[in-house]
Structures are given as C-alpha cells and as structure tokens.
C-alpha cells in the first residue's frame, strides 16, 4: 500500500463521548491561557532599546516558557498560583497607570503568562485524552473566528477585549488553580520525569520504553522529531499569514470568518464523524494554503474573496492538525523529555524565528503575496517528499486508542481474566489494551478482533504488541500457556 493510501485508510477513533464530565475543568485551562494571552499581546507602540513592545513581550513568554520545563513538577503548580496572581495585578495596573509605564508591566504579565502556559501544556499534553484535546483546540479556534476575526475589526469591542475581557480567563484561571488544582502531584496528571539515562530497551523505532515501562509506542524518537517538524513547519507558514498575506490587506474578514467556520465544520466531521486520520485535515490546510496564496496574489476581487474563504479554513485546520500531532504524540510518550524539548522549540520560534520573519516581511514592500505564495510552494513540496516518512510514523501508524467500547457480557470469563491480571500484576493496561487482552484469550482470529472493535488490522498489531511487551510475552502461544487457556487457531 502506498504512504497516500495507507494515510487515507488510518483511522483516529474519536468520538464526543470520550470527553470525559470529570475533565471538564482540566479540558478548560489550555483554551483560557491561550486566549488570556492572546488578548494581552499587543502592539502598544514603545521600545526598549530600539525593540518594539510586541517582540518583547514574545520574548519574555517565550523565556518563561523556556524556564517552565526545568520548574520541578512537585513546585510548578505553586509557581503557577503565584503567576496568575501577578497577571491579575498587572490587569488592573494596566487600567490605571500612565501610558509610558505600560511597557514593563506588559513585559511582566508576558513572563507571568509564559510560565501559566507551561503548566496548561502540561496539563493538556499528560491530563486529557485525543478527543478531549482536540475539543479544547476547537474552543480556541472558535474564540479566535469570534473574537480576533470578526469583532476586532469594531473599535469598541477591540477596547472592551483588550481592557477587560481578559479578566475573565484570569478568574477562571485563578478558580481552576486554586480550587480544581488541589492536587498537584505528578501522579495525579500521568506525568512521567525520565530517570538518568534516558530512553532504554528496546531500540526498534515502533516500540521504545523508559525505565519503568514507559513507552514511546508507534511513533518512536523518529516520529517525534517528524512530529515536531509538522509543528515548526505549521509555525513558519502562521507566521507567514500574520505578516505576508494579513499585512497585505488582501484578506476580507467577513468571509475570513466563514472560511474559518467551514474550517471548523471540515475538522468535526473528519475527525468526530467519520473518524478519520488527523493526515486529512492537515493535507487539506496544505492545499488550501496553496489555493488561497496563489489567489490572493492575483489581486482580483473574485479572487480575493475565495482566496479569503480558503485561507480562514486553512488557518484553523492548521492549527487544530499541529497542536493535535504534538499533544497526542506527548501524551504517547509520557515522558516530560517531550514537552522540555516542545518548550525549547516555542522559545526559538517565538523569541527568535518569529522576530526575524517580522523583521524581513517589513522590508519585503508590496510583493507580499508573490513571497507567501512562491513560500507555501516550497513548503508542500518538502511535505510531498516527506510523505512516506509521515506515513510511516505519524499519520500511518496506529497510535491513537479510543472510541468503540467491548461489550464484556459476551465474554464474561475472558474479560474477567484479563481484568484480574491487569490488576494483580499491576500492568498498566489502557482501556483499549484491556479490550485485545479479553478478546485474544477468547482465541478469536486478529481480524475477527479488528472486526468486533471496528479498527484496522495494523491498530490490532500495535495494540497485541504492547500488550505482549507489558506481560513479558512474545506470542499468543505464550499468551494461552500463561493464562491457560486452549490454543486456537
């Protein structure tokens, strides 16, 4: 099968009914930091030392962002109550001190927020699972067609965001560490530090383990490093649309706003309905970055309006597909080498990539739209060549485990089997490993099994193997010898 194919026919089985009501208040506080930060980011025209206040405030999240991945996990969430409480204060000094001490009180609310960010990535990568990650980003791509797109274009909504709106992400910020947080033991949100040494065992790229059992799973270090790159690469053409084609004023926003929703719309059914790899909306922001450049460049009103409609899906289906990819792939590895390495990367895309692109688009002059065009060219052309290598570790592969549930009662005696096992070995299984343990001791053939649970044949594979790693077995024939139950063919 090709890498096209094969991508095609991966599924994401996702669905509503995997977020959990027990979540909520956790699934809430990545979407409330990003969009309280967002709406303190702004241009409030000073400089310090000939670098506008914009850049400084990336810089000074990106830094903290950057000191978050060495905060000891036991300190963090004290740090982090400490932190709202400093944003908060910066709010209200914000409304009542002289325009020409906003800088530094921008630049500390900036460190403050950097460092709540860390800790809502921690929260998001380790505490919620595939479908409860990808509702938050939708939450947050929701605020921004509303918000950023549609009501930022009327000068009183834009103060009432900019001055006030932010307290309410604050206060629920404030509630949720305060009062939801009251536990912040790293058990309590499945968070792994990685002992000395690193990654041990075995060294085959579709199943690495850390000490303790930990596994990388499918995607190995390969798959991470790939899944970082789709990050940066998603990050590069972002910062392309903010400055390159947004700048340029080619972009209408009522349709901008439509073309966001359809985005939106494309993202649920995809992913929700038809449980789809996440490998379709990413190609589908690959091509509608493609169309839409090409159609802004051509100047035209018709062209405007449909370039617009594409590049508002693009944005969203974009950002959805990225943040998914790294949470997922994160939440897979469980360990906290992934989200150092994440906060390192954002600290050199915010604190230096992002500047520079700035930097050079200014100068760029009216041949915005030709650069963001010949860019996006470039860009699917590195994704076409990199496709089987995407295929094999990240779109292709079997790592997302949720979805259709097993009804036990037709197999009482298997399931109570590998349920007692599960808990008196202590084994750690996941939901979806504790379903192939009960039906592979029933002896039903791997199909039959990828049948009853309405999952691919190499999902089947992925899960069997862990499921052997975790019993210390190499085969179903060891499997039946070591539960004793008759061998079937």
């Given at each position: ?6 991508s ?6 996702l669905?509503f009914r995997n ?5 909520w ?7 409330a ?8 980011f702004?241009d409030i025209?000073q ?10 405030e ?6 903290a962002?950057l000191?978050?991945a060495?905060i000891p ?6 740090i ?6 400093v944003?908060?204060?910066?709010f ?9 001490l906003?800088?530094p009180?921008?630049?500390i609310n900036a460190?403050?927020y950097?460092?709540c960010?860390g800790y809502?990535?921690?929260?998001f990568f380790f505490s919620?699972?595939?479908a ?5 980003l939708m939450?947050i ?6 918000c950023v797109e ?5 000068e009183?909504?834009r ?8 307290f309410m992400p604050?206060?629920y910020?404030?509630f949720?560490f ?6 912040g033991?790293?058990?309590?949100h499945g968070i ?6 690193g ?13 303790g059992g930990k596994?990388?799973n499918?995607i190995?270090?390969k798959g991470?490093?790939v899944?970082?790159?789709?990050y940066?690469?998603y990050t ?11 700048e340029a004023g ?5 349709i901008l706003v439509l073309?966001g929703l359809?985005?939106?719309v ?10 789809r790899s996440?490998?379709?909306p990413?190609s589908?922001f ?6 839409s450049t090409g159609?802004?460049?051509v100047?035209?009103?018709?062209a ?10 693009a944005q ?6 990225a ?8 939440n ?5 080498q992934?989200?150092?390495i994440?906060?390192l990367v954002?600290f ?6 992002s500047?520079?692109l700035?930097t050079?688009f200014?100068?760029?002059?009216s041949?915005?739209?030709y650069?963001?065009?010949g860019v996006?060219?470039?860009v699917?052309?590195i994704m076409l060549?990199l496709q089987p290598?995407l295929?094999k570790?990240?779109?292709g592969s079997a ?5 259709n549930t ?8 298997a399931a109570a089997?590998a349920?007692?096992a ?5 084994l ?7 379903q192939?343990f009960?039906?592979?001791l ?12 309405k999952?691919?044949?190499p999902?089947?594979n992925f ?7 975790k019993?210390?077995?190499?085969s179903?024939v ?6 004793h139950?008759p061998?079937?063919?």
């Amino acid at each position: 099968m090709t890498a096209f194919g094969q991508s095609w026919r991966t599924r994401d089985e996702l669905s509503f009914r995997n977020i959990r009501s027990s979540t909520w208040g956790t699934l809430l506080i990545f979407p409330a930091v990003v969009i309280m930060g967002d709406l303190r980011f702004v241009d409030i025209g000073q400089e310090l030392f000939g670098v506008g206040s914009f850049t400084l405030e990336l810089t000074f999240y990106s830094f903290a962002m950057l000191v978050s991945a060495f905060i000891p996990r036991a300190r963090f969430l004290s740090i982090v109550r400490a932190a709202i409480i400093v944003e908060i204060a910066a709010f209200v000094l914000a409304l009542i001190v002289p325009a020409s001490l906003l800088l530094p009180i921008y630049l500390i609310n900036a460190f403050a927020y950097g460092l709540c960010c860390g800790y809502g990535l921690l929260l998001f990568f380790f505490s919620l699972n595939n479908a409860e990650r990808l509702f938050s980003l939708m939450v947050i791509v929701f605020y921004y067609i509303v918000c950023v797109e549609w009501l930022w274009q009327y000068e009183a909504a834009r103060y009432f965001m900019i001055q006030f709106l932010p307290f309410m992400p604050a206060a629920y910020l404030c509630f949720a560490f305060f009062v939801l947080m009251k536990d912040g033991s790293r058990r309590r949100h499945g968070i792994q530090d990685e002992p000395p040494g690193g990654m041990t065992g075995n060294t085959d790229d579709s199943v690495q383990t850390y000490p303790g059992g930990k596994s990388v799973n499918q995607i190995g270090a390969k798959g991470m490093t790939v899944v970082f790159l789709i990050y940066v690469i998603y990050t590069i053409m972002e910062r392309l649309y903010t400055y390159v084609v947004y700048e340029a004023g080619f972009v209408t926003n009522t349709i901008l706003v439509l073309g966001g929703l359809t985005g939106v719309v494309i993202c649920i059914v995809i992913q929700f309905v038809l449980n789809r790899s996440v490998w379709i909306p990413w190609s589908i922001f690959l091509i509608c970055a493609l169309l839409s450049t090409g159609l802004l460049s051509v100047g035209s009103p018709a062209a405007a309006g449909i370039g617009s409609l594409l590049y508002g899906a693009a944005q969203h289906l974009g950002y959805i597909a990225a943040f998914y990819l790294v949470g997922g792939t994160a939440n897979l590895s469980g360990s906290m080498q992934f989200f150092r390495i994440y906060c390192l990367v954002e600290f050199v895309l915010m604190g230096f990539v992002s500047p520079i692109l700035g930097t050079l688009f200014a100068g760029i002059g009216s041949h915005y739209n030709y650069i963001a065009f010949g860019v996006v060219i470039v860009v699917i052309c590195i994704m076409l060549v990199l496709q089987p290598v995407l295929s094999k570790y990240v779109f292709g592969s079997a790592w997302v485990s949720e979805l259709n549930t097993l009804d036990e009662r037709k197999y009482p005696e298997a399931a109570a089997e590998a349920a007692e096992a599960d808990r008196t070995e202590d084994l750690g299984l996941t939901a979806r490993e504790k379903q192939v343990f009960t039906l592979l001791l029933t002896g039903m053939p791997k199909k039959q099994i990828a049948t009853e649970l309405k999952i691919s044949n190499p999902t089947i594979n992925f899960h069997a193997n862990n499921l052997y790693r975790k019993l210390n077995i190499q085969s179903r024939v060891e499997l039946f010898a070591k539960y004793h139950v008759p061998e079937h063919e």
